[in-house]
């Protein structure tokens, strides 16, 4: 997407919302090694079960999320961001703004 097409600057947007994401990601332990870090003298009951289960459940979707901010970083990089990944048309600006991670116009995205 060519920088003179809107005054948004997606590029910020994207670095602060992986920024966000790798805080959410710290806070819960979540490890450089790929897993959830814990204390050795943690409990194992199955409190501690159920709640590791979703600090687990909810780092995946995290995860999922920076990959997202990631690969669209990558395309601002390769100058094809804000097309669509499906139809290759350009999606539209009030939708990069609300989800600056979109792959897909709205048309495709709700073919879905």
């Known amino acids: 997407m060519s920088n003179d097409a809107s005054t948004v600057d997606y590029r910020a947007l994207l670095e602060e919302e992986r920024a966000q994401l790798r805080d959410k990601l710290a806070e819960l332990g979540f490890g450089d090694g790929g897993g959830l870090s814990y204390d ?37 990089s390769a100058d094809r961001y804000g097309l669509c990944e499906s139809c290759g048309k350009p999606i539209a600006p009030a939708r990069l703004e609300a989800k600056p991670a979109a792959r897909t116009c709205i048309d495709c995205a709700s073919k879905r």
């Open 40 to 76: 050795a003298n943690f409990a194992d009951s199955s409190q501690v079960t159920a709640e590791r289960g979703e600090a687990e459940t909810l780092a995946l979707q995290l995860r999922d999320a920076l990959a997202e901010v990631e690969h669209a970083l990558d395309k601002l």
